[in-house]
C-alpha cells in the first residue's frame, strides 16, 4: 500500500457539468477526510467519514455536493451542476485510531470549470 | 470560529541559513498542531505532528514547539537547502464527531532557498 491515491489528478468540465472524483486511503486507515484548497490558500474543511458513517460536514458542502464512503473503503465525492466557483484543488486524507500520526493526504485533484 | 495565521506569508533566504516560520491561532482547546509541506500544485506532505500535550518534536533539521497557553507555535528549520523551497502549512485539529480530528489551516508560508 503506497499511501492515499486520489483519481482523476486533472478535471477539466464544462459550467453545469456533473464530475465525480474517487479516493482511495491507506487499507487499514478508518477515518477518511475531503478538503478544498484554491489558489493561494490552505485547504478548508469539507466532510468526514469513519468507515462508512458520514459524521461531520462543513457548510461548505452546498446541496450540489455528496460524498460517499460504502463499505468503509474507498470514497467518492460528486458535484452536480458545477459552477465556475467550484475550480479548486480536491484533497482527500486518511488517518487511522487515535490519529497518533496524523493524516496522510493523497496528490489532489484539480478541478477546473470553464 | 478557530483562526491560524502564518508569518511571514513569504520568505527568501540564502542556504545554509538556519529560519523560523510562524504559527498563531486563536482557540487553544486543540487536539494536535501539524506541519506540512507543499510543493507546487502537489498534495500535502507532514512534516511533524505535535499533540496538545507536548512542547516539541525533532525530525532531522526540522524542529516544531508548541505553545498552547499563548495560541503558537514555531518551526525552526536547521541549514537550510534549494530543496526546502516549498510552502509550508500550520493546521490546528479539533476533536469532532466520532472522534476524528478536523484541520484548520493557516494560508501558509512561501519559502524559496536560493543558492
Known amino acids: 500500500d503506497t499511501g492515499v491515491s486520489q483519481d482523476p489528478r486533472h478535471k477539466i468540465t464544462k459550467r453545469g457539468q456533473n464530475v465525480t472524483f474517487r479516493c482511495d486511503p491507506i487499507s487499514e486507515h478508518n477515518r477518511l477526510y475531503w478538503y478544498r484548497q484554491t489558489l493561494g490558500q490552505g485547504p478548508e474543511f469539507l466532510t468526514y467519514?469513519?468507515?462508512?458513517?458520514?459524521?461531520?460536514k462543513s457548510r461548505l458542502l452546498s446541496d450540489r455536493f455528496s460524498a460517499e464512503r460504502p463499505k468503509g473503503s474507498f470514497s467518492t465525492l460528486e458535484i452536480q451542476r458545477t459552477e465556475q466557483g467550484d475550480s479548486a484543488m480536491y484533497l482527500c486524507?486518511?488517518?487511522?485510531?487515535?490519529?497518533?500520526?496524523?493524516?496522510?493526504f493523497g496528490s489532489g485533484t484539480r478541478l477546473t470549470v470553464v | 470560529k478557530q483562526e491560524v495565521t502564518q508569518i511571514p506569508a513569504a520568505l527568501s533566504v540564502p542556504e545554509g541559513e538556519n529560519l523560523v516560520l510562524n504559527c498563531s491561532f486563536t482557540?487553544?482547546?486543540?487536539?494536535?498542531l501539524q506541519w506540512f509541506r507543499q510543493d507546487p500544485g502537489k498534495g500535502l506532505t507532514s512534516l511533524l505532528l505535535i499533540q496538545s500535550s507536548q512542547r516539541e518534536q525533532t525530525s532531522g533539521r526540522l524542529n516544531a514547539s508548541l505553545d498552547k497557553s499563548s495560541g503558537r507555535s514555531t518551526l525552526y528549520i536547521a541549514a537550510s537547502q534549494p530543496g526546502d523551497s516549498a510552502t509550508y502549512l500550520c493546521a490546528v485539529g479539533f476533536r469532532v464527531t466520532g472522534g476524528g480530528n478536523k484541520l484548520t489551516f493557516g494560508t501558509g508560508t512561501q519559502l524559496k532557498v536560493e543558492l
Open positions: 467519514f469513519q468507515n462508512e458513517a458520514q459524521l461531520e
Open positions: 486524507a486518511s488517518s487511522l485510531g487515535q490519529d497518533i500520526m496524523g493524516y496522510t
Open positions: 482557540d487553544s482547546a486543540i487536539y494536535n
